[in-house]
Nanobody
Framework: QVQLVESGGGSVQAGNSLRLSCAASGRNFDYYTIGWFRQAPGKEREFVAAISGGGATTTSADSVKGRFTVSRDNAKNTAYLQMNSLKPEDTAVYYC???????????????WGPGTQVTVSS
């Protein structure tokens, strides 16, 4: 099992950057794919990006390609989501999740953090 906690959210103006962290406790962090998802008010949760356990493979949603980068440091049991050129439509609660497969589907992830709010103003 692994427990996940996100941090790094906040309120920024459009065009600025934030880096979210996903800190894990428990064993075998490098076994788990880490996915990032977000949910805006009144909308369904959507996939943002994911990274394989060893960090060699990543995938991201078209809406964030070229702006968001997912990475991880297994020695620190932490994954990151670097978000650049933020837009108001990026406003959401951001979640990190752990699973055994590199997937864009949230039902493939077993362990979830509580989420962190990101608000982007124009």
């Amino acid at each position: 099992q692994v427990q996940l906690v996100e941090s790094g959210g906040g309120s920024v103006q459009a065009g600025n950057s934030l880096r979210l962290s996903c800190a894990a406790s428990g064993r075998n962090f490098d076994y788990y794919t880490i996915g990032w998802f977000r949910q805006a008010p009144g909308k369904e949760r959507e996939f943002v990006a994911a990274i394989s356990g060893g960090g060699a493979t990543t995938t991201s949603a078209d809406s964030v390609k070229g702006r968001f980068t997912v990475s991880r440091d297994n020695a620190k049991n932490t994954a990151y989501l670097q978000m650049n050129s933020l837009k108001p439509e990026d406003t959401a609660v951001y979640y990190c999740a752990g699973g055994s497969l590199l997937s864009r589907r949230d039902n493939q992830y077993v362990y979830w953090g509580p989420g962190t709010q990101v608000t982007v103003s124009s």
